[in-house]
């Protein structure tokens, strides 16, 4: 399986039927499992044998999907978890306890810094926000004794900017610390940041993992690479004895490719029990079947829309790092070459009032607050997901009242172009 090429991977991995068993994945519907003996299920309870006992922590289904997102990524672990928001909490709080500080880009979704600013501090642990674009030496001074982690969003929503996983991978390892990114806009169709240093990857797959928004879920994807026993003073939760499991080492029994997901399984999982239901990843399971194909209309259409928007007189500004001339279209061409994704935002020359004019005429893109799916849709952050701000807060978040973000579906690109261009023709 290892050397299929994404789009196979897409359709067939992660679940290998044997002879005789069902083609499809199935939906193991059940939240416990049988077994012959109770020293069977003390193994499992020591971590000594691998299966399964209870759906809060673990169900194969989910592992077979969680397999299928593994391999796209080229990671050697994954799990599933209930939403976007666990998978980013689940992959910090793995690592970092009270007491413990991680540095994050500041341009990344808005319930993602919510949860670290806000939540996460409750629990005691403390975040550095730095901007994608910083120095390396801003960048460095963002580091304390404590820091534990990095954090950042390959392509940033909503803001649009691209990480330059080098940059960040390099700081985060001079430290002794994983690289953790949010892969959730490209995909890893368009851009797998584990061969660019990243250690740990995290999606939503509400987004175009699903793709027809069917299903909230999140995953988590362990690269193997980071060699926690070689920074074993810093995590002490994977390289010293697990008392809750008889006093095992996961750095030890499961090794540089396991002992992350393992522990966020046996541990995080059965504490918090945020797991994807079993129907909910047979659903993932069937939009990451045709992800492949749907990303590239997703990104045919973002670069028609965006190249349309650039050359009409009523538009001031376009954000699309697949654009020629966008401010990250270079570091997208080095990490996202074949495409990034179908979200393009810009701003209107005639401000709020412009900006909510045109929407009011749009008949193929639907005002949602969702993005990243088959069916087009926008948003006007000013008066939704941004509201509570003035005028100069929007200004000074880069979210001016004038602008519009675009999600554009699968749907015909002459139809999307069509019913932006009609609408422009309101204001
Ligand atoms: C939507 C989103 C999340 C949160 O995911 P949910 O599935 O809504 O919990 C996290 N990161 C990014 C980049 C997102 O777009």
Known sequence: ???????????????????????????????????????????????????????????????????????????????????????????????????????????????????????????????????????????????????????????ANPALTVLDFEKFANAAHAHGVPLIVDNTFPTPVNCRPIEFGVDIVTHSTTKYMDGHGVAVGGAIVDSGKFDWMAHADKFPGLTTPDDSYHGITYAEKFGLGGAFITKCTAQ?????????????????????ESLHVRMAQHCKNGLALAEFLTNDPRVASVSFPGLPGDRYYEVAQKYMPNGTCGVVSFCLKG????????MKHL??????????????????????????????????????????????????????IADVSNALSFI
């Open 1 to 155: 399986m290892a050397n299929w090429n994404v789009e196979t991977t897409c359709v067939q991995g992660g679940y290998r039927p044997g002879n005789g068993e069902p083609r499809q994945v199935p939906v193991v519907q059940s939240t416990t499992f049988k077994y012959d003996t109770s020293g069977d299920m003390a193994k499992l309870f020591d971590l000594e044998a691998s299966g399964y006992f209870y759906t809060r922590l673990q169900n194969p289904t989910n592992d077979y999907v969680a397999a299928k997102i593994a391999a796209l990524e080229g990671g050697t672990a994954g799990m599933l978890t209930s939403s976007g928001q666990a998978a980013n909490f689940f992959a910090i709080f793995n690592i970092a306890n009270a007491g413990d500080h991680v540095v994050s880009s500041s341009s990344i979704y808005g319930g993602t810094f919510n949860l670290f600013n806000v939540t996460m501090r409750k629990m005691g642990i403390e975040f550095t926000f730095v901007s994608p674009d910083c120095t390396e030496e801003e960048l460095e001074a963002a580091f304390r004794p404590n820091t534990k982690a990095v954090f950042g969003e390959s392509i």
């Open 268 to 288: 995080l999982m059965r504490d918090f029990g945020s797991i994807q239901s079993p129907q909910n990843a047979f659903y993932l399971n069937l939009g990451l």
């Open 351 to 358: 401000g709020r009032a412009a900006a909510e004019e045109f």
């Open 363 to 416: 008949q193929v893109f639907a005002i949602e607050t969702h993005v990243a799916d088959a069916r087009s849709c926008c948003l006007h952050p000013a008066s939704s997901t941004h509201r509570q701000l003035t005028e100069a807060e929007l200004e000074a978040c880069g979210v001016p009242a004038s602008l519009v973000r675009m999600s554009c579906g699968i749907e015909g690109t002459e139809d999307l």
